[in-house]
C-alpha cells in the first residue's frame, strides 16, 4: 500500500492537473465573431492604438501537448513516431490552410518543440549540455520531482510557466508587459520603457526581463537568475550565468507563438532554441491558485 501511495503522489507531481474550470463565463471585448457569436480564432492580429501587435489575453497550451500541427519527431522534423499531428507537405511545414480542432491553422515552421517535461525532448542528440549537467539532469529526474520547486509550491522556472497546463494572462501597456501565472500565482515583468538589463543583480526566481520590438516581432532579454532554475520537469538547468531571449509572434487573432533561446556557458556548450505554441481562451480568465495553504505533502515526497 504504501509503494503503491507513494507512486500516485509521485505521478501527481510530475503531471498538474489541468483545471478545466476558469472564471464564469463573461464576453472578452474586441472578439472577432461570426454571426452566431462564436470567437473567429483565425480572425486578424489585434493592435494597440500605438500600431504594435496586442499580445492582450489569456493564453493556454495549444494542442496540450504543446501544439497542434506541430508536434515533431526526435531529429525536430517531420511527424513524431506516434504519428500525432498532420504529415508535412514535403518542405516540413504542415498544411497550412487546414484548421485543426481548436479553429486555427496549424503553427507556422520553427524550432523544435518544447514540452512540459523536457524542453529537449526533440532535439534527436539532446540538448549541448555539459558533462556535469549531462550528469545532473538524471539525477535530478531520478528524485521524481521531488527536488523541483513546483513540488514545494515555490516559484517555477519561466520555461515551465510557458508549458505549464494552467493558463497565463498578459496584460500589455507601451511601458510594461504584465505576465500573471495561475500556476503558483506567479507574476513577472517585463520593461518596455527603454532601461538597461542590470549588470550585476541580485538572483530572481523570474530573473530581470526587459523588451523591444523587432517590426511585430516582441523580444524579450532576461539574466539574472538564481543558480538553481529548472526547465522543465527533467531538471534540464539554467543558473545564474544563463540568458532567455524570447521571441513572441501573433500571427492571427487566436495563435501565439514563442520561440526562446537559452545561452548559460556553465551548463550549455553552445545556445538552443525551442518553440513554445499557445492559443487564446476567450471569454474567461484566471482562477485562484494557492499551493501552499495547508501543505503537508513534503515529508511523503518521493525520490532519494
Known amino acids: 500500500m504504501k509503494a503503491l501511495l507513494s507512486t500516485v503522489l509521485a505521478?501527481?507531481?510530475a503531471i498538474p492537473i489541468v483545471v478545466t474550470a476558469q472564471?464564469?463565463?463573461?464576453?472578452t471585448r474586441g472578439v472577432p465573431r461570426n454571426d452566431k457569436g462564436e470567437p473567429i480564432l483565425d480572425g486578424p492580429t489585434p493592435r494597440t492604438p500605438d500600431g504594435h501587435v496586442d499580445f492582450s489575453g489569456v493564453w493556454t497550451l495549444r494542442g496540450g501537448g504543446g501544439g497542434i500541427g506541430q508536434a515533431k519527431g526526435k531529429d525536430g522534423k517531420g511527424p513524431p513516431p506516434d504519428g500525432k499531428g498532420p504529415p508535412p507537405d514535403g518542405k516540413g511545414k504542415a498544411f497550412a490552410n487546414a484548421k485543426g480542432k481548436d479553429g486555427l491553422p496549424p503553427p507556422s515552421e520553427g524550432p523544435p518543440l518544447a514540452t512540459f517535461r523536457s524542453v529537449g525532448q526533440n532535439f534527436k542528440a539532446g540538448l549541448p549540455l555539459r558533462p556535469k549537467?549531462?550528469?545532473l539532469v538524471p539525477a535530478r529526474d531520478d528524485?521524481?520531482?521531488k527536488d523541483n520547486p513546483d513540488a514545494h509550491c515555490l516559484p517555477i522556472g519561466l520555461m515551465q510557466l510557458h508549458e505549464h497546463p494552467q493558463p497565463r494572462k498578459i496584460i500589455q501597456t507601451p511601458g510594461l508587459i504584465v505576465m500573471l501565472y495561475e500556476a503558483?500565482?506567479?507574476i513577472r515583468q517585463i520593461f518596455m520603457d527603454g532601461r538597461p538589463l542590470p549588470k550585476d543583480p541580485l538572483p530572481w526566481w523570474y530573473g530581470y526581463s526587459i523588451g523591444h520590438w523587432d517590426g511585430d516581432t516582441l523580444v524579450v532579454e532576461t539574466v539574472g537568475f538564481r543558480d538553481d532554475v529548472w526547465l522543465d520537469i527533467i531538471g534540464n538547468p539554467l543558473t545564474e550565468s544563463g540568458k532567455m531571449t524570447e521571441r513572441f509572434r501573433r500571427p492571427n487573432y487566436g495563435s501565439l507563438e514563442?520561440?526562446?533561446t537559452f545561452e548559460d556557458p556553465k551548463v550549455y556548450t553552445e545556445p538552443f532554441t525551442v518553440r513554445v505554441n499557445q492559443r487564446i481562451m476567450p471569454d474567461t480568465d484566471l482562477i485562484e491558485f494557492i499551493c501552499g495553504e495547508n501543505d503537508r505533502s513534503g515529508p511523503h515526497l518521493v525520490g532519494k
Do not use: L, R, T
Open 258 to 260: 514563442i520561440d526562446v
Open 143 to 145: 528524485q521524481k520531482s
Open 11 to 13: 505521478i501527481c507531481i
Open 184 to 186: 503558483q500565482a506567479g
Open 133 to 135: 549537467a549531462k550528469a
Open 23 to 27: 472564471w464564469p463565463d463573461y464576453p
